[in-house]
């Protein structure tokens, strides 16, 4: 199979349907005892069906808040201030909090990172996913462990019909994330937040969960959002992507249209430092500086102090999007050159 | 194993180390269960050179960092460091010795001092092994805080007051302030952020140019390891199964673990994906490690001779170490042809 073949490009008028869920101009604060910090500034994201969104960005660039936000899962100290969140043609920012449990593991499921933590310890595998279809789908104990036993074949866990019994504990963390996997898509979600979902895994177990993943998005023709500070597994597994700096999201593209020709000088920037397993690099060139915290957020591009293309007037005013192509925009004055 | 005469010295000499953690007891009255974390490793590191050691968790790559600074002690064998058995050094020499050896860990906020302010963490190794007088301390405290780019009004603050690139640099600053000869990097860039983890990468191999430092760097990201490193060792279940020159291990790899660990590493390339060849499986539990090779069970190309043998760790071609049953037959073959 060719390298191009893998990449699904969207059907004629895919473009002009609804997408299936819509973040619209997101902006989300945190009280602090220092006073009210901004941590997601006016974000937009959409995914359809059948697609892989990757969120990309740095650890504190408001990439797992915005969807914890979106779910209703903020801590109590986060206010969403301002936005739409459309899924499937209702506001989930405006449904009450027994709709949106009803919602939550149902319609909508998430993935995090670190599946022993996700996990109740003194419960064994199989009672926490047969509760969640117990919950959602009125099924009888006995019906719902059945499923149960489908649902560890379907992520791939040998032995499922003994395995259901144990603990998690017993599970190793590759077999957890599968646990979770099976959990979230216990109902058929139709859309499927994952966050960071192989980031404590080994590389080789990462690519088996990405695999699954991958394959379940297929089976269920589920939207996948994928959020990851990891380009490897963006370019690995995302169809689109949305680059997130500081609270806003910088540069929105179709993966190969990233790759090939990023815009946003940080985009290209975490390309070029990267350390690369397939090529020989003498140095990495590295972006200077950090990424400031929220406190230190100005309206002006945040990315300015960090970057060599900037002058006067990226400071002040907020750089609006320029769409470059129907599926590719950057918000900056300056982009890399369209042409080259 | 012998070391040829045409290579240099060795800084450190490893042999055959063997370290076994006890498990819980099978029953109440029955025996421990007994991991072996490290089975049987030898390694030579040069002086100026960086040897990656790679694994995936578990395999018992922190536990050679540890051994090799006598944090632990091993079950047997020796750890020779400038001509010394680290292993048998005795109180006084070993005070001496450890000044050589710095470690630098994965998450620096915890390891630093959260009451000391950056500036005495700095200083404190050099108060610790007495080098200079107060006045040339504090100079060697700014020199070393300028070497490791950091401007000089942090060395009032505290740890928590800086950015987590930040820590790990005061880190670095701290362990290559007594001028150690060797310097064990567990996982020192694993936590950073990608354009953080490039400076600090940078700042590394700098400081290794310019003090002549020699690393032994220990992380599970073969992106970063190529990068850095002269030599790759790969261990697996606490046994080295391959170890070459960094452009031969991950160009020509030989070992079908090596192999399947380099394709499993995602490329920041979306036209690669159709490349990849998955493993199956997760690593054996090193309580209960399987017969033979350890490998066998996730191979393509295992057979009744890798169930039941211990493939020897053995020369195949120059300067590239192979414990495969297989590694002759595999040399310039991919792993798909064999499937």
Request: proline content about 6%; hydrophobic content about 40%.
């Amino acid at each position: 199979m060719s390298g191009e073949a893998k990449h699904t490009t969207p059907a004629p008028g895919a473009t002009e349907a609804e997408p299936l869920f819509q973040v619209r101009d997101l902006s989300v604060v945190f009280d602090t005892p220092d006073g009210t910090v901004q941590v997601v500034d006016s974000v937009n994201l959409k995914v359809s069906a059948g697609r892989t969104l990757g969120l990309v960005g740095e650890s504190g660039s408001g990439k797992s808040v915005t969807c914890l936000a979106a779910l209703g899962l903020l801590a109590s100290r986060g206010r969403v201030t301002g936005g739409k969140v459309m899924f499937n043609g209702r506001d989930l920012l405006k449904i009450d909090d027994a709709e949106m449990s009803k919602l939550r593991g149902c319609e909508v499921a998430m993935v995090f990172q670190d599946p022993m933590v996700s996990l109740n310890p003194v419960r064994t595998i199989g009672w926490q996913i047969s509760e969640s279809i117990f919950l959602h789908q009125g099924l009888s104990r006995d019906a719902a462990a059945k499923r149960t036993i489908e649902l560890l074949d379907m992520v791939g866990i040998p032995n499922s019909k003994s395995r259901v019994l144990e603990y998690p504990h017993q599970f190793s963390g590759g077999m957890s994330q599968r646990a979770m996997i099976a959990m979230a898509i216990a109902c058929q979600p139709k859309l499927l937040i994952a966050d960071e979902p192989t980031t404590a895994l080994d590389v080789t177990i990462q690519a088996q969960i990405l695999e699954l993943l991958s394959d379940l998005k297929k089976e269920l023709n589920m939207a996948l959002i994928l959020i990851t500070h990891d380009l490897g597994v963006i370019a690995e597994a995302a169809d689109d992507v949305a680059v997130m700096y500081a609270g806003r999201v910088v540069e929105e593209a179709q993966v190969l249209d990233l790759f090939d020709a990023p815009l946003h000088h940080y985009t290209l920037g975490l390309l070029n430092s990267l350390p690369r397993v397939d090529r020989k690099i003498d140095r990495l060139s590295a972006i200077e500086g950090a990424a400031p915290p929220p406190q230190e957020f100005v309206t002006g591009c945040r990315f300015e102090p960090r970057c060599g293309h900037c002058n006067a007037s990226c400071t002040g005013t907020r750089p609006e999007f320029t769409d470059i192509s129907a599926t590719h925009r950057v918000a900056c004055k300056h982009p890399m050159s369209v042409s080259s | 194993m012998k070391v040829t005469e045409t290579k240099p010295e060795a800084l450190m000499q490893v042999r055959d180390i063997v370290r076994h953690f006890s498990g819980p007891r099978t029953s109440f009255f029955g025996p421990r269960k007994v991991a072996h974390a490290v089975n049987g490793v030898s390694l030579d590191l040069y002086p100026g050179e960086t040897l990656g050691l790679v694994g995936e968790s578990g395999c018992g790559k922190s536990t050679i960092g540890q051994l090799l600074l006598n944090l632990i002690e091993p079950t047997s064998g020796s750890v020779t460091f400038l001509g010394q058995d680290i292993t048998k050094a005795d109180k006084t020499e070993w005070r001496r010795l450890r000044s050589e050896m710095q470690l630098v860990f994965q998450n620096p906020l915890g390891a630093l001092n959260p009451r000391l302010t950056i500036g005495k963490q700095i200083r404190e190794p050099l108060d610790i092994h007495d080098v200079g007088d107060e006045a040339g301390r504090d100079s060697k405290v700014q020199e070393m805080f300028e070497a490791v780019s950091l401007p000089p009004h942090l060395l009032a603050r505290y740890p928590h007051q800086l950015s987590g690139g930040q820590q790990q640099r005061v880190v670095i600053a701290r362990a290559l302030i007594i001028s150690p000869k060797l310097v064990v990097c567990d996982e020192s860039v694993s936590a950073l952020d990608v354009s953080v983890q490039a400076q600090v990468v940078n700042l590394l191999s700098d400081l290794q140019k310019k003090l002549g430092l020699t690393y032994l760097f220990i992380t599970h990201d073969l992106s970063v390891v190529r990068h850095i490193s002269n030599r790759i060792a790969v261990m697996y279940l606490g046994r080295i199964v391959e170890l070459a020159d960094s452009e031969t291990l991950l160009e020509n790899p030989i070992h079908p673990y090596t192999r399947a660990l380099i394709s499993a590493v995602p490329v920041p390339d979306p036209r690669a994906r159709a490349s990849r060849a998955v493993i199956k499986g997760e690593p054996p539990n090193p309580f209960n490690p399987p017969s033979g090779c350890a490998f066998h069970a996730r191979c393509a190309h295992a057979d009744t001779q890798c169930r039941t043998h211990l493939p020897e760790f053995r020369a195949i071609g120059e300067k590239h170490m192979v414990a495969c049953h297989h590694a002759e037959a595999l040399v310039g073959k991919s792993n798909t042809d064999a499937n």
